[in-house]
């Protein structure tokens, strides 16, 4: 067995991991990165950029499905899905490439190639090859999907948004089981590309929302477009003549029995750490085997063991990744002067159409925090009539904005609706500036913008903050919510 040493080890080579290698590199350069499969983020190869290829295609179809309602008449949209899913393909293997000749930039003595397990505290396993002691150590090995164990009856039937990217054709029918983030997005974009999509959910959740106005009407809205039931009841899931088929009630309470051609599992993730062997370390593990972590230094309790990415099971999104590697990466380097690092204002966005954007402190923490005290108001507007959204036809939405009593602090919001993933990045900003509702409103609103609807939320607001004049029920120009 081959024996090495080494002050910090990383493993994993995904955003965090990356992020973790590099910043502990300006602190020692005895640094190894390990990872046990292909190089590449989740995010370049299965996640938010093939994702969002797809979204673009069914986007592209659906503005011409819009058109007429404009007065501008065309043919309908014929979808060639083997030209749609070249694309895809395409343009992700080139974003993978990007991440794949980075990796390759490093020193190759720093890479090695394999699964890590711990045997101890201070060293780990390489398969069958090397043992590595090292000093401190940062894991990074992301997350997987989760597929419940009822679903395998699917068989080859199943499968996961992983493996929508690699398809050649669109399929005729896809059952989606998971309304979060990852099933909203598919589903909708392969119902806009024909494809016959059923969304099931249980629940009545949808996307990450927590505030219930803005969730029911989520709810709402999407089952407009397609078949969306975010609390169903389905059984009696098997395979019959190689199609995937299950019984479901619907909506008007009757059993269905409906086949697909396949079954997509959006069920959540979990965190890659379970053939890790932790249990050999000393670490304070939770019931799911991940370790415990400050979220500011992302040690693992009083540990030189640090955890980054989805595999800390704490916030599992791209720039929050980033993040947590660099402060993963500082903090193993220069071990033990260990120090907080910069956790910017939580932001969320979902690229589905209407967007969903969350921002700060979501409802349920808000609650959860200030219970029945009063402490904070909720302002709302409706997108139905706000003038920009209604003249590019993208009106369909509605916002809750929250703020702190007395103070007039900012504290969060929740919406669905147009250009929401551009208002979430404004009102996270302002969040992170510590300001007050009455410092937004002197900020300037042009005319005509859907931004001018932020703004009646914030005047709605402020006139139960007590610090200004009830909105206006009607704007002079364009009608309400402006």
Known sequence: MKQLETD?????????????????????PNVLMIESGKYGTTCARVGCMPSKLLIAAAEAAHHIEQAPQFG????????????????????????VGFVVDAVEELPAEDRIIGHAKFLDDQRVQIDDHTVITAKRFVVATGSRPNIPKPFLAFGDRLIINDDVFDWQDLPESVAVFGPGVIGLELGQA?????VKVKLFGVGGNIGPLTDPVIRDYANTVFAEEFYVDTDAKVSDMKVVDNKAQLTY???QGQAQTEQFDYVLAATGRVPNVDLLGLENTSLELEDHGVPLADPHTMQCG????????????QIPLLHEAADQGTIAGVNAGRYPDIRNGLRRTPIAAVFSDPQIGMVGDNYAQLTANYGECGCYEIGEVSFENQ??????????????????????LFLG????????????????????????VPQMLDMPYYHPVIEEGVRTALRNVNAKLKFGPDIIKHCLECGPGA
């Open 8 to 28: 910090v080890i990383v493993i994993g080579a995904g955003t965090a991991g990356l992020s973790a290698y590099r910043n502990a590199k300006q602190f020692t």
């Open 72 to 95: 501008v008449m065309s043919e309908p949209a014929k979808i060639d899905g083997q030209a749609v899913m070249a694309r895809v393909r395409s343009e992700r293997d080139r974003f």
């Open 190 to 194: 392969l119902h806009r590309l024909g």
């Open 249 to 251: 009630i619907d909506k």
């Open 302 to 313: 009083n540990s030189h063991i640090f955890i980054a990415g989805d595999a800390s099971d």
């Open 387 to 408: 003038g920009r959204s209604r003249v590019m036809l993208k009106n369909k939405g509605h916002m809750r904005v929250y703020a702190e009593q007395g103070t007039g």
């Open 413 to 436: 919001a929740e919406f669905v609706g147009p250009a929401a993933e551009h208002i979430a990045h404004l009102l996270a900003w302002a969040i992170q500036n510590k300001m007050t």
